[in-house]
Each structure stands twice: as structure tokens, then as C-alpha cells.
């Protein structure tokens, strides 16, 4: 199952590209990301940036994603956001500033959440 990942702002592109350095360094996710770039504007220079493709398989991969999102928005600051969405275009929007103050149970709590979103999109038979 493929998760899209975009971030808002002017500087989404870095945000998204932080998150990719940080998904990278889980071993589930290596060689399972990719980028999703649109052609650069007329009179720009390089493709821009406007999302991650993650690749979940099975064994946990739902749990390890979430940990791994979760744990990359408590080490930011400020007004980010993020927006998880699956094939089936249910999504769920992140923010730091909703994650970095939440004890280990809300902590969990929220883990959970997302993982349920994933698993059931992977339930509906949405195997890419």
C-alpha cells in the first residue's frame, strides 16, 4: 500500500525532504520511498518537490510509520503540517505543535490512530 505524504508552506519541499533523511534511517523504508516531483516552473531551475511516496509492506510497516512520522514532528517546531493520505484518499493532517507537548500515552494513542487508518486502507484491498 503507497501513503502520500505533503507538507504545507513555502518550505514544504524541505520539510518533506527532512522527513525522507529521517524515514530513510528506518530499515523497513529503505528503497521504499520515493519522490513525487512536478517539472520545475518556466523560468525556474529543477523539479519541485510535492510529496513522498512511501511503499508500507507488511510486518509492522503500518506501526513503524507511524512511530517514525510521529517521532520527526515532535523534533520540529513551529506551525508544520503534514497530510497523510492513502489510495482511497482518506487522509489524516499532522502538526507539531499538536504532538510536542503529548505524554507517552497520548503519544500512543495518536500512533494508534494512525496505524488503525493504515491498516484499514490496506484491508480494502489496496496492495500496491
Do not use: C, Y
Amino acid at each position: 500500500m503507497d501513503v502520500t505524504v505533503s507538507a504545507d508552506g513555502l518550505d514544504g519541499a524541505d520539510k518533506l525532504r527532512s522527513l525522507n533523511e529521517w524515514l530513510g534511517d528506518v530499515q523497513q523504508f529503505r528503497g521504499r520511498i520515493r519522490l513525487a516531483e512536478r517539472p520545475p516552473e518556466p523560468g525556474t531551475l529543477g523539479p519541485v518537490l510535492d510529496a513522498l511516496v512511501v511503499t508500507l509492506g507488511p510486518a509492522g510497516a503500518a506501526t513503524a510509520f507511524a512511530t517514525a512520522t510521529i517521532a520527526w514532528l515532535r523534533t520540529r517546531r513551529g506551525e508544520l503540517r503534514i497530510k497523510v493520505t492513502l489510495a482511497d484518499r482518506r487522509s489524516l493532517e499532522l502538526t507539531a505543535k499538536n504532538v510536542s507537548d503529548l505524554d507517552s500515552a497520548a503519544l500512543q494513542q495518536q500512533v494508534d490512530h494512525i496505524v488503525t487508518m493504515l491498516e484499514q486502507g490496506q484491508a480494502s484491498g489496496d496492495d500496491r
